[in-house]
């Protein structure tokens, strides 16, 4: 014999022998490695270790069975028959004593799911795909030779699995790639409508083939076409498994419909595992949210609402204004008034008050209330805003302006309860230009109302002493100083009177 | 980081995430592997009828003793699996044909075939596999990693954990024994 080689000889395969050209030709030969197989191998792995037909009868006896029967005694691979990866509403789960269901815990063989009523639903995952549970349904989920069993006494549920049995009523209802839905109604017996792929119902006396888009009772056979279910995106994305995830609770004031990623998940609150990383959370009307997913921590999103948010900021610019900071204030009204919510209308006209009350600045203020009066023309501060407009402009010695605006606000809202303020105003610019006459008109109808009727009183007699009626003037000074000797115009009532 | 320390981190990871119970992480596992250890069934003489039995037995083996790998590569270790269990399937089927024998069947029940018919490449696996059967383990592996894997001495030392002088040695050898039960079964002349 030859000696060893002390480095790497040739290979046979490479050479023109016979044995170079058996090997070239093992080869060549193919090796299938099908998904397929993987399947079929990885279901036999939760069988059985090996196969009995490795068992010969003639040589059990002999000892073989010896070896043999480690594998055949061993466990099958240990695997949970489902795992709850999404939650809403009430779930519970037990055998006999119920608790609430949560996301990523196991379902243990025989553990049913009791999903209540309403917009409650439950989603388990397992080998080759999983199950949604809608409201008032109750199944057990389990495995049974590598295959996935759900019993489902009650209720309804959509599956997307290649490797489930449903087992409702007498049925065997078995999907092949298929993602469709049982359910199991009193009155209409076992309903399948199938979304996707081929579905097999078995049972005593029946046997149905049904594709996507077939639907089928066990009281009325062949149905309706299936249409469209809004949970199937949900369902889909559920059942395939992620990489790392951890359990999200989220929830939103309203009940609008949730969204992760883009993906409806509908109404909270609920719970789901979600994939460990970053992701959005929006629902209508509420405001976007970036939210971390990580391993050992349960995120509880609640999402708030738009309007939530202005009014927070609405309430921070108002409390700016009362610790006396109003640029900042304005600063902060700004960007609510910009907007189209439902505080735009009042932090604009609390713009314009403050700039007219607390920066001194009319114009500015004169030039937000016109804004308003233009983006709210029936806004519910229309007539706050045009009575603090006719201010702005009485700030700014725009009398004839200040006067018309003041004769549109009672041809417009005559009925008002500001109309004795108008009327006020209206006097008092009057009395300023001298319309005595006009003046003492309109504060002769304010003598009555108890706001206006001291400083009526007293302006009426100053008008009668303007255009020269002495005596008038001099009985209604002592009437407002007998009515109000703690009057705001007492001293210069006495002054008039010569009292001094 | 290189590719080899990227695999080995990558595969460690994976691991962990099996021996945590993560389910969807072992049928990862399983995908990244299961060609690596047909391959390897074949290479090591596995008769194609038996292929998906070992492939599964060598993932159930590998899942149990999971917790046994702590270093090195995942695939060197799930390779000892795939040998040891190619070696004890044909260790048990050659005393089961050797009983069987005894009731006048077994190997005899072998048709002779012509040489063309050999070559065609299903046929020449099956014979193959069939000589690879009667070889020692030790030459076996070694030549079928050479042979076969194409693998380099080195690789084939780190596998089958044994210097490369040696696998050197034990090639020739392997090559002998290979080409004299080639000659037996009337596959080569």
Not at chain 1, 448 to 461: F, R
């Amino acid at each position: 014999m030859s000696t060893p080689p002390q480095k790497a000889p040739p290979r046979l395969i490479d050479g023109d022998t016979a044995t170079g050209r058996l090997l070239q030709a093992a080869a060549d030969a193919p090796l299938e490695s099908s998904p397929v197989r993987r399947e079929r191998v990885w279901i036999r792995m939760h069988r059985r270790s090996v196969p009995l037909r490795f068992l010969v009868p003639a040589m059990a006896a002999l000892g073989l069975a010896v070896a043999a029967g480690w594998n055949l005694l061993a466990d099958p691979l240990p695997l949970p028959p489902a795992t709850l990866v999404f939650r809403a509403g009430a779930v519970e789960v037990g055998e006999e004593l119920w608790k609430i269901a949560e996301v990523g815990q196991a379902l243990r063989f025989e553990d049913a799911l009791n999903v209540g009523g309403g917009r409650s639903k439950a989603f388990a995952r397992f080998s080759g795909g999983g199950a949604m549970f809608l409201a008032d349904t109750q199944g057990t989920v389990q495995t049974d030779r590598g295959r996935v069993e759900l019993r489902l006494p009650k209720g309804e549920v959509i599956a997307s699995s290649n490797l489930l049995t449903i087992i409702a009523d007498e049925l065997r209802i078995e999907g092949t790639d298929a993602l469709f839905s049982v359910k199991v109604a009193m009155a209409r017996g076992v309903e399948v409508i199938v979304y996707e792929g081929l579905v097999q119902v078995r049972g005593p006396g029946t046997k149905v083939k049904l594709s996507a888009g077939q639907s089928w009772s066990s009281k009325l056979g062949p149905g309706p076409a299936g249409g469209d279910q809004p949970l199937l995106p949900l369902v889909r994305a559920l059942a395939k498994p992620g990489g790392a995830q951890a359990p999200l609770f989220l929830e939103s004031p309203g009940d609008p419909e949730i969204f992760l990623d883009g993906l409806s998940l509908g109404p909270g609150p609920l719970s789901l595992l979600a994939s460990v990383g970053a992701h959005t959370v929006t629902a209508d009307e509420m405001i976007s949210e970036q939210v971390e997913v990580k391993p050992g921590i349960t995120p509880q999103l609640k999402l708030r609402s738009a309007e939530w948010a202005e009014g927070l900021a609405y309430d921070k610019a108002r409390q700016l204004a009362l610790d006396g900071r109003p640029i900042e204030a304005v600063a902060g009204y700004e960007p609510l008034a910009r907007g189209t919510g439902s505080r735009a209308e009042a932090a604009l006209y609390e713009i314009g008050r403050i700039r007219l009350r607390l920066l001194k600045d009319a114009s500015g203020a004169l030039s937000a209330f016109a804004e308003h009066q233009r983006r709210f023309p029936t806004g519910a501060l229309i007539q706050e805003v045009a009575l603090s407009a006719i201010e702005a402009q009485l700030e700014l010695g725009q009398l004839e302006p200040a006067l018309a605006a003041m004769e549109a606000f009672l041809a417009r809202f005559g009925a008002s309860e500001r109309r004795n303020d108008v009327h006020f105003l209206q006097a008092r610019v009057h009395a300023e230009k001298g319309n005595c006459a006009v003046a003492l008109r309109l504060f002769a109808g304010l003598r009555e109302d108890p706001k206006y009727a001291a400083d009526a009183l007293y302006l009426t007699a100053y008008c009668e002493r303007a255009v020269d009626d002495l005596s008038s003037a001099q009985m209604h000074l002592r009437q407002y100083l007998s009515r109000y000797p703690k009057g705001k115009y007492r001293d210069e009532a006495k002054a008039g009177l010569g009292r001094r | 980081m290189n590719a080899q320390a990227l695999e080995i981190a990558e595969d460690f990871a994976l691991l962990d995430e099996c021996r945590a119970g993560n389910q969807a992480a072992w049928r990862e596992l399983y995908e990244q592997h299961f060609d690596f250890v047909l391959r390897s069934s074949r290479h090591l003489g596995t008769p194609p009828a038996e292929l998906d039995d070992v492939v599964q037995e060598t993932f159930l083996v590998a899942y149990r003793r999971l917790s046994s790998f702590t270093t090195g590569r995942f695939t060197t270790w799930l390779y000892r699996i795939v040998a040891n269990l190619v070696s004890s399937r044909l260790r048990r089927r050659r005393v089961r044909e050797a009983l069987l024998s005894l009731f006048g069947r077994g190997e005899a029940d072998r048709v002779a075939r012509g040489p063309d018919h050999a070559y065609q490449s299903r046929e020449a696996q099956g014979e193959v596999s069939a000589v690879l059967a009667k070889m020692a383990p030790k030459k076996r592996e070694v030549f079928a990693l050479y042979e076969l894997e194409g693998l380099s001495g080195e690789e084939i030392a780190e596998r089958v954990g044994c210097k490369v002088d040696t696998v050197w040695t034990r090639l020739h050898y392997a090559r002998a024994d290979f080409e004299r039960l080639a000659r037996q079964r009337g596959v080569i002349s």
